[in-house]
């Protein structure tokens, strides 16, 4: 099978069981912005040397393809019958615990602090707001088409658990975290 098909060279797409359409429509974008995120955290799992952030984030990436392959799928019995699985509850659950875990060996937060420090950090910095680009673009998506609303949920939690994964990385690398005073006037 080749890479390219040459299908898409006038800016039309395939849904999954569904209709060819413009690659700019709601329902690309917002999948398109979840692939993005995922290509994002692999870049975080490069850039990790933590086995336990690793196997979280890998996880994640596995949820989102998943979610991806939700939002490409318009029809509800093809979803079905293709064994796509809706976003779950559970799973934002499994994030919250997560970041109740890590939280454990932050101090907290007085003030807002700037993205970066080390490579890692700043890595799932980066990450964070491209999740929460693709949160806005699924929530587009949903005001057009109802979605489960653990879609909007998980994508919610996932970028409070990246944030919180950028200051573990400082964290365990002795990276002082850089706080945001404002400009003086």
């Known amino acids: 099978m080749k890479i390219y ?3 898409g060279d006038h800016g039309l797409t395939d849904l999954f069981g569904g209709p060819r359409v413009s690659k700019d429509h709601l329902r690309v974008d917002a999948y398109g912005a979840v692939d993005e995120l995922n290509a994002c955290l692999g870049a975080c799992v490069a ?5 336990d952030v690793r196997t979280l984030v890998e996880r994640a990436q596995a949820t989102l393809f998943e979610l991806g392959s939700y939002l490409a799928a318009p029809d509800d019995e093809r979803r079905q ?3 796509i699985p809706e976003p779950r509850e559970d799973e934002v659950q ?5 970041i109740d875990r890590f939280e454990h060996e932050l101090e907290p937060l007085r003030r807002f602090i700037l993205p970066g420090g080390t490579p890692a950090a700043a890595a799932f910095h980066v ?3 491209v999740c929460r680009r693709a949160e806005r673009r699924v929530v587009t998506l949903h005001h057009e088409e109802r979605l489960a609303e653990a879609t909007l949920q998980f994508l919610n939690r996932l970028s409070d658990l990246l944030f919180t994964l950028a200051r573990i990385e ?3 690398a002795g990276q002082r975290e850089t706080e945001w005073v404002g400009r003086e006037r």
Request: glycine content about 0%; overall charge positive.
């Open 127 to 129: 990450a964070r707001t």
């Open 47 to 51: 850039a990790s040397s933590h086995e």
């Open 94 to 98: 499994d994030l919250e615990a997560a």
């Open 5 to 7: 098909t040459k299908r």
């Open 81 to 83: 019958k293709s064994q």
């Open 170 to 172: 400082n964290k365990r």
